[in-house]
């Protein structure tokens, strides 16, 4: 009989850290889900997403100032 209670808190146990890793981590998880479902599909094409985004360093602009003469570059 102890054999069958150590095995049932044992799986209990798991359960439960199962449960709060996903809680804990829902947010890393579903992306990592959503990912491995888009590759796994045939029909996705990655230039229909729309979620494309900006780049992370955009060319500058370079701004010439006429009262000081001086050109100085702004992000875009």
Known sequence: MGGVTAAIIAIAGIVLGWITIE?????CLEQGREAIDRSL?????PDDDDRIRAPLNPPAKIVVDDDVGVATSHPA
């Open 41 to 45: 599909n045939p029909d996705y094409d």
């Open 23 to 27: 809680i804990a981590c829902k947010p």
